[in-house]
Every structure is written in structure tokens, then in C-alpha cells.
């Protein structure tokens, strides 16, 4: 089982994130293989456990959470020099 989810977080507060969070917790938890695009980084990090960063239509860098959102090529393609 396969779930795509895009940008579900944007708009959202905090608050009223972390009740989104636990469902997808929830049905990652029943085994189903969830593929997220999201740029709320915070509720990311809180539930990837790998990341596949694309820029120009390329996978510019793949891996953990904490490897990939300090990496260096990818903080140049976000958030510039």
C-alpha cells in the first residue's frame, strides 16, 4: 500500500499539525509506504526517516533527515549563498 501526500502541512499551526502527524504515524504503522512533498520541514523531521531532496528536476541529495537539511548543496539550492 502506497500513500502520496502533497503539502498536506502548509497553513497549518503547530498545534494543528501535530494531530496530522499521528495519523500518518498511524498509518505508517499498518504498513503502508508513505511518499511525502512538503516544504514545513518541522513536520518533516519529525516523521521521515529518509529524505529525497529534488532541485532542477534532479535528485540533488538522498538520506537521513539530519544529513540532508544540513547539507551543503542543498542549503545553496533553498536557501541560496
Do not use: F
Not at 505508517?28 to 518541522?42: F, K, Y
Not at 521521515?48 to 542543498?74: F, H, K, M
Request: charged share 25%; hydrophobic share 45%; aromatic share 4%.
Amino acid at each position: 500500500r502506497l500513500l502520496l501526500l502533497d503539502e498536506i502541512a502548509g497553513g497549518l499551526t503547530d498545534s494543528e499539525c501535530e494531530p496530522l502527524l499521528e495519523i500518518i504515524r498511524r498509518v505508517h504503522a499498518q504498513g503502508t509506504t508513505v511518499v511525502w512533498i512538503e516544504h514545513v520541514l518541522h513536520a518533516l523531521r519529525k516523521l521521515a526517516t529518509r529524505l529525497a531532496v529534488l532541485y532542477g528536476a534532479a535528485n540533488l541529495a538522498s538520506g537521513t533527515p539530519d544529513e540532508e537539511l544540513v547539507d551543503a548543496r542543498v542549503r545553496e539550492a533553498y536557501l541560496g549563498t
